[in-house]
């Protein structure tokens, strides 16, 4: 047998504080009673796994030793079964709970458990064992043997184990999966050798009868039905197959009323490319919710049906490059996180209405790591693992985070009780608390946590420092630096209170957290000779401090009511929490004291404040300013012609020294504000619409900076002129290849579009090209397709001019109508901003047979418009036909001397620099924009004013002509016309 590891048990009614590596950990017991913070339990062996909760007590393996624990006593031995433990469960048959073991010869063994010794025997052995439910005091499993194959089994409340009914007879399977409990009957998916059909079954073998005949055999490939659910006195239930020809997969989802009459699909999803599945289904307040992810790699949708074709619909895009990896059914809500090469990691919770974000990971997350994760929920809390960059190495490494549902606060369990909790693995519920362990210098530990137990009292180290400059003579504390580095060492006192006649010609400060006992209204008091100052802050952080109580001359020891500014107002403080405090003093010559008291809510004088709620501060190694951005939201969306607040929150233990907001563009930033003390708040005025990114830069006293960015987004107004789109086709074109379509030749004829799509069986052996413009209805990510027949192209421009443009996806060989999934080139990403006008072009070719070609997108809110119609469209504008209205709104290019300003030279040369002086001396960031006479942008730049000039260089691709130029800026807007030669 395999020696026990010793465990010392933590809790000691005596003595309430342990020890481990080095950190002292206020366990906060009193006699047995678990406090909320999290507490170590004991040191198990490395190897430990398989940890569940069941019964009342924590169980766990080692290999082939099986453990039970619990929140106040070491984890003892249950017994070496001499075969590894595969998994124990949490299904409890009269008082026993169950596991399964690897045999000797390959198979698997389930076994079940009391706890004790004695009572932990054999049930069964077979191939392969997993226990699925428990049913009328019977529990149900799927059993792999030799002789019957795969069939439904079940263990009684005797411990005996036998088959329930032999569905498909001999050593073929007749147990398909899927086993749920559904109007008082076991419902299951079963083969008797025609085919997967619905079976139901009362736990006996004459009560177990095919339900529904569902007949599989009529497609290709299938995977079978799966995902069986009950929902609103129906069954629901998914299958998966694929396309003979064109190798696409279908997914189907299926309802049932357990009849095969009554049993029909509800809803197709076709044409999925390599994946196309439903899964993760939950019944949440009224309907069935699940996941359905289409594509390879996989756009993931968060989805609803109320058992209608018409109420089952898309309600979020969850990732659009990845999978679906967890959710969990957290009653008043569902959580769910999946992995994403392109999006942020997000934990997210749905309440019925609104899907909301827990948490974004710092770490990418795939299915390799979902164990990382371990998103486990208990009692209105999610627990989960992630890293936390911010903290230096190891504490770097996975942290245990909890998420309040209701609250909406997450926040790293570290955090919330300085508690050094880093390497944080298997997180285990138990009932509102929870059990997980850690991984440090080579041990395992077992820790608790109740997050619902009473909060830590909350008590000082007994001291308070005072550092000490020497050789600095005078009375004035306020004229004095105390950002200096101390010259005449510290000392340290156990009340906030010093001795008298100490030295003459120094000045000192006195400073640490206090702890508060009570919650209420406290008074504070400062007595000194020479002269001091009192500072109290909001919280625990030294930034935050003001002053609240002086002396500006000198009193006798302990006299507190010399001077009115010795005693401050009253302060609301909260228990149980720290507050940062400092007393600064000033010693010219003869005595020298200071001394702080504080009255408590129930009328308790202490002058001066004992050590025990005082704590001294120490000197960490310098962090970097912590920067919370208060407004914009990330990613935020403001109408056009909008004032934007840029607000941001600094916190910095050595103080906040500077601020300052960057705009960032292409070619380089501008500062648009500074600042050396807060308020951070910026208001930016007059924005041309675009997408705009703001750095924060924060620094502290010593130097350490950090930053943080935001981007948000102005609108441009909505587009004109949408209804219809001009394709152009060229006859006698033979071949496939796009590229023989003679584009910059005059067409045969042209046909006017009311949608992004043409006919099928045009003609055989032509060319086409659709072009215009495209009008963005809101802003985000779009998600362009293209499908046709033979080949196409799909190009998009950044702008509304055609030189800009970018091939984002192509159909290489040939597709059906509105086959959108046939190849991953088919679909391309692109960011566009609400009312933007972008030019976009469609290349196709055919040479025989069928033909066709169609462009759609997804929008943002993940609506489908395939194909994109007419109300977004804009036809091309032709720049020969437009000479004349250039001429006929000259005048509108021209402005007074007073708001134009110069361009020099004009006219330019393409590809060279020009300089623009603006009308007045203007400073920071111009936006400056080229149009052609038609009005399409060639050009268009975020730069720099030095002095009232920007330098700009011409695009090479720039034609000779005529050209507005606009620039614009905070102060306002300005044009004038260029010529280009």
Same mark, same amino acid.
């Given at each position: 047998m395999k020696q026990q590891l010793q465990a010392t048990p933590i809790f000691n009614c005596v003595n309430a504080r342990g020890m481990y590596n080095g950190l002292y950990i206020f366990l906060l017991m009193i006699c047995g009673t678990v406090y909320s913070q999290p507490a170590m339990?004991?040191?198990?062996?490395?190897?430990?796994?398989?940890?569940?909760?069941?019964?009342?007590?924590?169980?766990?393996?080692?290999?082939?030793?099986?453990?039970?624990?619990?929140?106040?006593?070491?984890?003892?031995?249950?017994?070496?079964?001499?075969?590894?433990?595969?998994?124990?469960?949490?299904?409890?048959?009269?008082?026993n709970f169950f596991f399964t073991t690897k045999t000797g010869s390959g198979g698997e063994r389930l076994w079940r458990s009391d706890g004790t010794a004695a009572n932990t025997v054999q049930v069964t052995a077979a191939t392969q064992i997993t226990p699925l439910l428990v049913y009328n005091s019977q529990l149900f499993l799927r059993v792999n043997s030799s002789a019957t194959g795969v069939e439904l089994w079940k263990v009684d409340g005797a411990y005996n184990a036998s088959i329930v009914k032999d569905i498909n007879p001999g050593s073929a399977s007749g147990f398909s999966g899927s086993l749920i409990t559904h109007d008082g009957l076991l419902y299951f998916f079963g083969n008797a050798g025609a085919g997967t059909d619905l079976w139901k079954s009362n736990g006996t073998t004459a009560g177990t009868v095919l339900s529904a005949d569902l007949d599989d055999t009529e497609v290709y490939n299938s995977s079978g039905f799966g995902g069986l659910t009950s929902y609103n006195d129906t069954l629901y239930f998914t299958r998966n197959y694929e396309d003979p020809y064109w190798g696409e997969r279908t997914a189907e989802l299926w309802k049932s009323d357990g009849t095969t009459a009554g049993t029909s699909v509800l809803v197709t999803y076709p044409n999925g490319g390599f994946y196309n599945y439903l899964r993760n289904f939950h019944v949440f307040q009224g309907k069935l919710y699940f996941f359905h992810g289409i594509g390879d790699p996989a756009y993931v949708w968060f989805s609803v049906?109320?058992?209608?074709?018409?109420?089952?619909?898309?309600?979020?895009?969850?990732?659009?490059?990845?999978?679906?990896?967890?959710?969990?059914?957290?009653?008043?809500?569902?959580?769910?996180?999946?992995?994403?090469?392109?999006?942020?990691?997000?934990?997210?919770? $749905? !309440?019925? =209405? @609104? %899907?909301? &974000?827990?948490?974004?990971? #710092?770490?990418?997350?795939?299915?390799?790591t979902l164990d990382m994760v371990d998103l486990t929920y208990t009692e209105g809390r999610a627990f989960f693992l992630d890293y936390v960059d911010e903290y230096p190495w190891p504490q770097s490494a996975s942290q245990l985070f909890q998420a309040d549902l209701a609250t909406g606060v997450t926040r790293p369990v570290q955090e919330i009780y300085n508690t050094s909790l880093y390497n944080a693995y298997n997180i285990t519920a138990a009932n509102g608390s929870i059990f997980f362990t850690r991984e440090v210098s080579g041990e395992t530990t077992l820790w608790y946590y109740d997050p619902s137990g009473s909060p830590p009292s909350c008590e000082g180290t007994g001291n308070i420092l005072q550092e000490i400059w020497v050789n600095a003579p005078g009375s004035d504390v306020r004229? $004095? !630096?105390? =950002? @200096? %580095?101390? &010259?005449?060492?510290?000392? #340290?006192?156990?009340?906030?209170?010093?001795?008298?006649?100490?030295?003459?010609?120094?000045?000192?400060?006195?400073?640490?957290?206090?702890?508060?006992?009570?919650?209420?209204?406290?008074?504070?008091?400062?007595?000194s000779d020479d002269q001091s100052e009192l500072y109290l802050s909001t919280d625990p952080y030294e930034e935050n401090k003001r002053l609240i109580a002086w002396v500006y001359g000198y009193t006798q020891f302990r006299n507190y009511d010399k001077y009115p500014s010795q005693k401050s107002a009253q302060i609301y403080l909260e228990a149980d929490r720290k507050y940062y405090i400092e007393a600064r003093h000033k010693e010219a010559n003869g005595n020298d004291f200071v001394s702080v008291g504080w009255q408590l809510p129930d009328g308790t004088m202490q002058r001066p404040i004992p050590g025990n709620r005082l704590s001294a501060v120490t000197t960490p190694p310098n962090q970097a300013p912590t920067i919370a951005i208060i407004s914009p939201q990330q990613d935020q969306t403001f109408p056009p012609s909008s004032s934007v607040t840029i607000e941001a929150g600094v916190h910095d233990p050595d103080g906040v020294a500077n601020v300052v907001f960057t705009h960032v563009y292409t070619n380089g930033g501008a500062t648009i504000a500074n600042f050396t003390a807060p308020p951070y708040v910026f208001q930016w005025n007059n924005l041309a619409p675009g997408t705009y990114q703001v750095r924060v830069t924060a620094r502290d006293n010593?130097?350490?900076?950090?930053?943080?960015?935001?981007?948000?987004?102005?609108?441009?107004?909505?587009?004109?002129?949408?209804?219809?789109?001009?394709?152009?086709i060229w006859r006698n074109i033979p071949g496939t290849s796009v590229s023989s379509i003679p584009?910059?030749?005059?067409?045969?004829?042209?046909?006017?579009?009311?949608?992004?799509?043409?006919?099928?069986?045009?003609?055989?052996?032509?060319?086409?090209?659709?072009?215009?413009?495209?009008?963005?209805?809101?802003?985000?990510?779009?998600?362009?397709?293209?499908?046709?027949?033979?080949?196409?192209?799909?190009?998009?421009?950044?702008?509304?001019?055609?030189?800009?443009?970018?091939?984002?996806?192509?159909?290489?060989?040939?597709?059906?109508?509105?086959?959108?999934?046939?190849?991953?080139?088919?679909?391309?990403?692109v960011d566009l901003i609400q009312g933007g006008r972008y030019y976009i072009e469609v290349l196709h070719k055919e040479a025989n047979g069928a033909d066709h070609v169609e462009v759609g997108w997804d929008l943002p809110d993940g609506t489908m418009e395939r194909p994109i119609p007419g109300n977004r469209l804009i036809p091309f504008e032709d720049p020969s036909t437009s000479a004349a209205w250039f001429a006929g709104v000259e005048e509108v290019f021209s402005a007074d001397e007073e708001t134009t300003f110069t361009v020099y030279p004009n006219p330019a040369?393409?590809?060279?620099?020009?300089?623009?002086?603006?009308?007045?001396?203007?400073?920071?960031?111009?936006?400056?924009?080229?149009?052609?006479?038609?009005?399409?942008?060639?050009?268009?730049?975020?730069?720099?004013?030095?002095?009232?000039?920007?330098?700009?260089?011409?695009?090479?691709?720039?034609?000779?002509?005529?050209?507005?130029?606009?620039?614009?800026n905070e102060k306002g807007n300005w044009s004038t016309k260029l010529q280009v030669k």
């Open positions: 339990v004991a040191t198990i062996s490395s190897g430990s796994e398989n940890f569940v909760y069941v019964s009342g007590s924590l169980y766990y393996s080692d290999n082939t030793n099986l453990y039970k624990g619990s929140a106040t006593s070491a984890p003892t031995l249950v017994t070496n079964t001499g075969e590894s433990i595969i998994r124990i469960y949490d299904f409890v048959l009269g008082g049906t109320d058992g209608t074709a018409e109420g089952t619909k898309h309600l979020e895009l969850v990732t659009i490059d990845g999978d679906l990896l967890q959710s969990v059914d957290a009653e008043s809500y569902i959580l769910y996180y999946s992995h994403s090469q392109s999006f942020t990691n997000p934990i997210r919770k $749905f !309440d019925g =209405t @609104t %899907t909301t &974000t827990v948490h974004e990971f #710092s770490m990418y997350h795939s299915a390799s004229a $004095f !630096d105390f =950002t @200096t %580095t101390p &010259t005449g060492g510290t000392r #340290s006192f156990t009340s906030f209170e010093t001795t008298q006649y100490y030295a003459n010609n120094y000045a000192s400060r006195m400073r640490g957290t206090i702890c508060v006992p009570q919650s209420g209204l406290y008074t504070f008091w400062i007595s010593w130097g350490k900076e950090s930053t943080k960015d935001v981007f948000f987004t102005i609108q441009n107004e909505a587009c004109a002129g949408t209804g219809t789109i001009v394709r152009e584009v910059n030749s005059p067409p045969s004829n042209t046909v006017t579009l009311t949608s992004l799509a043409t006919p099928n069986y045009y003609a055989n052996d032509y060319g086409s090209r659709i072009r215009g413009y495209v009008c963005a209805p809101a802003t985000g990510l779009y998600t362009f397709w293209i499908s046709g027949d033979d080949n196409s192209e799909l190009w998009l421009s950044t702008d509304d001019n055609p030189a800009n443009k970018r091939l984002i996806a192509y159909v290489n060989g040939a597709t059906r109508v509105n086959q959108w999934g046939k190849y991953m080139s088919q679909a391309g990403d040369v393409s590809g060279k620099q020009i300089a623009l002086r603006l009308p007045f001396a203007t400073e920071g960031a111009v936006d400056v924009d080229i149009k052609s006479i038609t009005g399409v942008s060639v050009q268009r730049e975020l730069l720099s004013s030095a002095g009232g000039e920007v330098l700009i260089d011409l695009k090479p691709s720039i034609a000779t002509g005529m050209y507005l130029i606009r620039v614009a």
